[in-house]
């Protein structure tokens, strides 16, 4: 599947970095085209993977390069103003191999979170292929406003996008580390999930003809219908012997049925570590309305019988009808699992991110009505004797 990338905000160049630098190193081809946007100069000249021209800076009338702080509100405000210098780029990339267009931001800083849904609005506005979005949610300890930003960013995004595909910072970071310390290897960790997920299908310079590839519309149609969605993956060495000619020729059918056997025991560990484990976005998988299991590796690791028990299992599992599967065979010394949870519901970070920016709001107003009482209070006690400046 082919996309085009739009980052917005530095989180959205970042990890829209990550999948060229993923794309450029398993030397896959799924990328048409990528731009960042920012209203932060320094953060666009912080980028080295994204040609100048790529790089657009907006607001500039506004607040001069210099970026919109965590104001989200002013971020929507100078998206929407130079939406057209964004589209006049978009304008350039080769539209016409595109299979869907993918808006990534940090949902909890300024720009992204409120540049984001503009943009995927003005491009749902005059494309007619699907705009995904990629949602970054905050962790939890960056402090109330971006909880606030990213709650109300949520909303909207997932609104203006065909779907939502989200990561939460919070659930990646490992003990002991700062949110912004394992930036570099959470992006690495996304581009992966993203990068196997969007380049299965497409032809790859590691040669393994598919037999059973992933099309672009077996993506499209998982993510059709909206709502959210998460990524699960797992992979595993396989370092099966070398067998000489002579081996292979003396090979029995019962050698052969046990190796089945063994890839299609590997595979339904895999697709169940894949869906259990960590999810880009941790939720419930019962209820998920429909799911997308991509198998990549060396086709005689990618079982037939595994694939089929797993595709039984996902749909135990998520309680959906609509389990798609395909294989994404590649030269390779790993079997990896990809799995696509789309429409996703029960999703306890969710509801605490939209818990605790109700209560910030709360917070906020109450503040701002006693500090204006207090400063009203403040400038009345010396008003007897002075008299303002006109
Ligand atoms: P913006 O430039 O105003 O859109 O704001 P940022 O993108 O700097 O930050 C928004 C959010 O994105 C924050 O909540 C950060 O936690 C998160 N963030 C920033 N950089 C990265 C990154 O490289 N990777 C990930 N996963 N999250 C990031």
């Not at 917005?8 to 030397?27: D, F, H, I, N, P």
């Not at 932060?40 to 390069?65: F, M, T």
């Not at 103003?81 to 595109?98: C, K, P, W």
């Not at 909206?226 to 992979?235: D, K, L, N, P």
């Amino acid at each position: 599947m082919k996309l085009a990338l739009i980052g917005v905000g530095q989180a959205g160049g970042k990890v829209v970095e990550a999948l060229c630098e993923y794309e450029a190193k398993a030397g896959v081809d799924f990328v048409v085209d990528a731009m960042a946007v920012n209203t932060a100069r320094a953060d666009l000249a912080g980028l080295d993977r994204i040609p100048e021209s790529r790089r657009v800076l907006i607001g500039q009338a506004r607040v001069k390069g210099h970026g919109v702080g965590a104001d989200n509100e002013l971020g929507a405000e100078v998206a929407a103003e130079d939406a057209d210098e964004v589209l006049s780029v978009v304008d350039q990339f080769r539209t016409h191999e595109v299979d869907a267009f993918l808006v990534v931001a940090g949902l909890g800083g300024g720009t992204g979170s409120g540049g984001a849904p503009v943009l995927a609005r003005e491009l749902r506005r005059l494309y007619t292929e699907p705009v995904y979005g990629l949602g970054i949610l905050p962790g939890q300890d960056e402090g109330g406003i971006y909880t606030l930003n990213a709650a109300r960013s949520f909303k909207t995004f997932v609104d203006e996008v065909d779907n939502l595909l989200v990561f939460d910072n919070d659930a990646w970071r490992q003990s002991g580390e700062s949110v912004s310390g394992g930036f570099d290897r959470t992006n690495e960790e996304l581009a992966r999930r993203l990068g196997v997920l969007f380049s299965a299908g497409e032809t790859n310079a590691r040669g393994a003809v598919a037999e059973s590839v992933v099309d672009a519309s077996e993506i499209i149609n998982t993510l059709a219908g909206g709502g959210v969605s998460t990524i699960g993956f797992a992979s595993t060495a396989v370092n099966r012997p070398k067998r000489g000619l002579l081996s292979r020729l003396s090979k029995t059918a019962d050698d052969e049925t046990r190796d089945d056997g063994e890839a299609a025991n590997r595979v339904s560990s895999l697709v169940r570590r894949a869906t259990l484990g960590r999810l880009t976005l941790p939720c419930e998988v019962a209820g998920s309305e429909r799911a997308l299991l991509v198998l990549a590796g060396p086709p005689a690791e990618i079982s037939r019988r595994g694939m089929e028990r797993s595709r039984r299992w996902l749909e135990a599992e998520t309680g959906s009808m609509e389990v798609r599967g395909g294989d994404y065979p590649m030269k390779s010394g790993h079997v990896a699992a990809v799995v696509l949870l789309a429409g996703v519901t029960d999703v306890p970070r969710v509801k605490e991110l939209q818990r605790v920016a109700i209560e910030a709001q709360r917070d906020m107003h109450e503040k701002s009505a006693t500090s204006s009482a207090k400063l009203q209070e403040l400038l009345r006690s010396g008003s007897a004797e002075q008299d303002a400046l006109e």
